[in-house]
């Protein structure tokens, strides 16, 4: 049997090889592209939604709440990417929701 590989949806580099974005990796393909690229922490913002890691349990899912984001949140988020650096861990995905994608990515026009 052949693993198969597809990218999740919106899925794009911020920071090349260190930093992607995405929507919520669905299907177990897209949670094998995320380990062919080592991606291997998941930090959700996301509350609607859980990550299927059933299907590779070598990731980390870090969730936030996207209704109650704090300061605090943002510290523990750059805490986290330093941690990871540390560890030699350098590759992160955020799931953010549909329309802050949009926004990153230059699709959404709020005029």
């Known amino acids: 049997m052949s693993t198969q590989y597809a990218m999740p949806p919106y899925f794009s580099w911020i920071v090349d090889k260190v930093l992607a974005v995405s929507a919520i990796?669905?299907?177990?393909?897209?949670?094998?592209?995320?380990?062919?690229?080592?991606?291997?922490?998941?930090?959700?913002?996301?509350?609607?939604?859980?990550?299927?890691?059933?299907?590779?349990?070598?990731?980390?899912?870090?969730?936030?709440?996207?209704?109650?984001?704090?300061?605090n949140d943002c510290s523990n988020f750059v805490y986290l990417m330093e941690s990871a650096k540390k560890r030699g861990e350098v590759r992160i995905m955020i799931i953010l929701l549909h329309l802050t994608i949009n926004f990153l990515l230059g699709g959404f026009n709020p005029l």
């Open 25 to 71: 990796p669905f299907h177990h393909s897209h949670l094998n592209y995320l380990k062919l690229n080592k991606i291997e922490t998941i930090v959700s913002f996301d509350d609607q939604r859980k990550v299927p890691i059933h299907t590779n349990p070598f990731m980390k899912v870090i969730r936030f709440s996207s209704n109650n984001l704090s300061i």
